[in-house]
């Protein structure tokens, strides 16, 4: 089988989780990585006998071999590699959040609509197969005139500790789930009306709650808490309702359906979207990447998800970090 040589720009924890997917991906080759901390670099590329290794990723770039990159480093450093992948005609796929302003955004969906090659942003929950469910139910008609969205997308503080001095909670999960409600539903946030609570001073805050008024009337809210007990049983609490005029859909993800008790007591480990099995990496991360591959390889461009529906989950998160900095309901701009 002929694979896609691919290259991962940023070698953080969610980096390294990317070159598991692709190590565990038939059709794709861990080709190249790239970061500039030197011994970072080093302790990944023995571990995956990657031979290409770079400090900076314009000289991987010119490596003609390499076909298309991933992007994830920190949100607000993601445009400048993505640009320059972009231009040295290199396949995308850009983690999430697109980037850190509206403007970034277009600059990289101008860049992406410019090239033959392809671009993509990594909404890993489009391909948990539940929440493809409920856009498939939404387009079936099941909840009628959607009056009200709700999700959770809470994670305990020990996660959060390192994360909080880069991102803040509404736009680093809630961003997940204001893309699924767009996917799904149809609607366009219209307002949005957020409060935050700082507890630990880590440089953003440590919750956020953000009410949205949809095109349509409905309301969507977000519930953003970085501050769980230490000793939650499940790394992500994530839960979705959507309730209309005819039916309602609900996704449940927060107990699922393996449990782990030990002397330590009750945990619900991962089962979706990143779990090894076999010594493979396998969920939602190494299906969407592998997903990638194949439009590479069959020369079709993405359609899951569109660089403008991401910019779009980017503005809206946007709009409710601005109103709970202000205290003010904020319109939100199309």
Known sequence: MERVKHGIIGLGWFGEKHC?????????????????????????????GVEHAYTDYNEMLANPELESVSVVTMWDQHVEPAL????????????????????????????????????????????????AMVKRKCEEGV???????????????????????????????GV???DIMLWASGLKPIKVYAKTVDVRGLGNPDLGWSMFTMDNGAVAVLENVWFLPDKTAMQID????????????????SAPSFAVCDKDGWSYPDTTYWMTARGRLVGALPTE????????QEGVAPTVITPEESMATVRACLAAEESAATGKEVEIDW
């Not at 990447?289 to 590479?296: E, G, P, Q, S, T």
């Open 20 to 48: 598991e997917a692709v190590d565990s991906i038939p059709n794709m080759e861990l080709y190249a990585v790239c970061t500039r901390t030197e011994s970072r670099l080093a302790e990944v590329a023995e571990r995956f």
């Open 84 to 131: 320059a992948s972009i231009a040295a005609g290199k396949h995308v796929f850009c983690e999430k959040p697109m980037a850190s302003t509206v403007d970034d955004c277009q600059r990289m969906v101008d860049a992406a609509n410019a090239a033959d090659s392809y671009f993509m942003v990594g909404h890993i929950c489009r391909f948990n197969p539940r929440y």
């Open 176 to 178: 997940h789930d204001m």
């Open 289 to 296: 990447l592998r997903y990638f591959a194949d439009c590479i």
């Open 238 to 253: 994530e839960r979705m309702e959507i309730i209309g005029t005819d039916g309602s859909i609900h996704v449940q993800e």
């Open 143 to 173: 909840p009628g005139r959607i009056v009200s969205m709700w999700a959770r997308r809470n994670i305990p503080a020990w996660v959060t500790t390192g994360i909080l001095p880069k991102i803040g909670p509404i736009v680093g999960d």
